[in-house]
């Protein structure tokens, strides 16, 4: 074994000395966001480990938690990579880059083992015993491995290139996030020499790469059977000599690598935002690599090769116990098992809405709050239908974050503009891992007429806002909806999100600005209505925070609910802090994220915080301000993060309607917080433990489908 392959096992081995690389809880008023979200990912890993789910559900679990480590690497890890050897000092939450590495470090292994343990030990054998299995090619009857051998010839075969290297061939250029074969051999063919330390000439072997192309299914179903699968790099394997004659099977190890997919995209020295950002997405295939996964039995002869032709370090390389990338097994997903699935969500429309009744003259009747995905997210899609379609509407503007591939409402806008309608959609083109649709989307609308526009130099336009402008009788009216999640219809399946129709006036004019401020960047100092970042979305939530502050220490009431999906501004934490100690009560939902300390005493006793991890994505946003007894609600696109509220565009916007304010304080956040089932509280070393249960297990997910707390809302104001 070589040194280097030492170091790996000696980083792998740091588990066990965790307690001596965590900072002290008291070493910094801020947990470090970094290792924040990956006690967000080992919650998600506890779903996974949940037995009360679905066997196909925590196979789902284990699939997100692979997927969100991708991204954790793609994006956090190197970007942490790219800060070694500049002189930062010690951040705020106490941590050097070195020593954030090393945690995080720490921490993933652990990670990995808990979810290899899971799936190989506990998901995978219980899948068996429903007769679902994942089979080693070698344990396969001869007629299976025949019928098998003969499809790779079909099939698989011929889509196949290994490559070697040796003086004419370097070292090959390798794809993120692909399934890779790595062999040594020797070569038939010719002898490469080397002379080693001592003189002598010794002969090479050769280094063989080969790619499972990401078109090949990983699950390969056995003939006639759609229960049972083989890995396809298995099947590669098992017919390895036809491609390389100087290997065997038990010569192959699997690989995987993750580049950096941060994209630095410079807008003031683009002439085209479009082909730039084109350009920049080729790039990201070529981002530095911040991780290499190999598998268990890889010898340290072969880790070191890789590691040096990646010009990466020993900590960079995790060894994979099982199977990689465990996100493709989510193929399995689409087994008709409904037994092994959860049941479909229960939805139902808010009490008053008749589907077969305008909508227009429905909102006219009072605003409407739709909570998703407990209410049909088609109540959004047939609104947009409806002003595609309706006579009357001169003008449909919106602001498109995360369309979705097969998107229905972007075909409605190009129906509209095809009819004559002024059409106006904003469409972030930077919106992270959705770049190449949102692009193609882009030109498909303008193509049609659509008025097509990228945002503001140097901002991304998260805000979700529609404007529908329509004549009736002798005026304008104006629509409005505004809301927590993307106009996509599919992740709305599955994520929980709030949105809200109006026609308020003040609310329609500010939409108006809104869309002047995103199409000719004429910036408004200040909107009635809307908070909108990075105008005055800070400075308002310092406001309402200072605000219950002061209340707190004139004896007045006070208090602070806030749901979000990510807590990491320290302006923000700081004046938490600031209320806590003045005597406000303040419960927080924070899904991911959370840089803030609870229960620290005389910094955050009165700070409570709590994560809901469950089926469905918590999503949505709402801020809760007691203002003295005459209550602020907000709801909308923003969390409390630096970016959103100083590198976007967000929208919070108020909440009026008694029945919908109502619902929101008594019913929406109080299930909430009275969530036993599927909560996490934080502690103020940064850890999560479940609340106590007391006499049975409330779940605030499930309680939303019961149809009293789904329709109770009224639509009258």
Known sequence: MTE????????ESLGAARQQLS??????????????????????????????????ERLKFISILSSNLDEFFMIRVSGLKEKLGSDVGVALDGYSTPELLDEIRVRVVELLEMQSRCLSDDIMPSLEREGITILKVDSLSDDVRSSLNNYFDSAIYPLLTPQAVDPTH????????????????????????????????????????????????RLIALPGD??????????????????????????????????????????????????TM?????????????????????????VDYLRESLSIEPADVYRIEGTFNPADLTGLYKLSRPELKESAIKTAFPSGFDPEISTFELIDRGDILLHHPYMPYSIVTDFIREAANDPDVLAIKMCLYRIGAE?????????????????????????????????????????????????????????????????EGDQLRRYVHLATGNYNPDTSAFYTDIGLLTSNEAIGADATELFNYLTVYSRPEKFNELVVAPIYLRKQMLELIRTETLNAEHGRPARIIAKMNRLADAEIVNALYDASRAGVEIDL?????????????????????????????????????????????????????????????????????????????????????????????????????????GIGEFNSQLSFQLPENVIRMDTAS
């Open 4 to 11: 280097n392959s030492a170091q790996i096992i000696e980083f």
């Open 23 to 56: 900072p002290s809880p008291t070493r910094a008023n801020l947990i470090n966001r970094d290792l924040s979200l990956i006690e967000f990912f080992r919650r998600v890993l506890e779903e996974a480990q949940d037995h009360r789910h679905p066997l196909l």
């Open 170 to 217: 370097p070292f090959p250029y390798i794809s993120g996030g692909s399934i890779n074969i790595g062999m040594i051999v020797k070569p038939k063919l010719h002898k490469r020499t080397r002379r080693a330390r001592n003189g002598h000439e010794l002969t090479d072997d050769l280094f063989v790469r080969l790619k499972i192309p990401p078109f090949v299914s």
């Open 226 to 275: 759609e229960s049972h699968f083989v890995l396809a790099e298995d099947l590669v394997s098992a017919n390895i000599a036809q491609l390389v004659p100087e290997a065997s099977p038990r010569d192959c190890h699997i690989f995987r690598i993750t580049r950096d997919a941060d994209i630095d995209l410079r807008e003031t020295e683009a002439e085209d935002l479009i082909e």
């Open 278 to 302: 084109a350009e920049n997405l080729k790039l990201r295939r070529f981002g530095e690599v911040s991780r290499l996964e190999i598998s268990s039995d890889m010898p340290g002869e072969m």
């Open 407 to 471: 998107s229905p409402i972007a075909p409605l806008l190009i129906e509209a503009s095809e009819s004559g309608k002024q059409v106006t959609v904003l469409i972030e083109i930077k919106a992270r891992f959705d770049e190449a649709n949102n692009i193609e989307w882009a030109k498909r609308l303008e193509e049609s007429g659509v008025h097509v526009v990228y945002g503001i130099l140097g901002l991304k336009t998260h805000c979700k806002a529609t404007l529908i402008i329509r004549r």
């Open 589 to 693: 939902i924070v899904r991911g994220i959370c840089t803030l300390r609870p229960g620290v005493e005389g910094l955050s006793e009165n700070i409570r915080v709590r994560s809901i991890v469950g089926r469905l994505l918590e999503h949505s946003r709402v801020y809760y301000f007691e203002n003295g007894g005459d209550p602020k609600i907000y709801t909308g696109s923003s969390d409390w993060m630096p970016r959103n509220l100083d590198r976007r565009v967000e929208v919070l916007v108020p909440v009026y309607s008694p029945p919908i304010r109502k619902y929101l304080r008594d019913e929406f956040l109080d299930a909430y917080l009275r969530d036993t089932a599927k909560a996490r509280e934080l502690r103020s070393d940064g850890s999560y433990t479940r609340p106590h249960s």
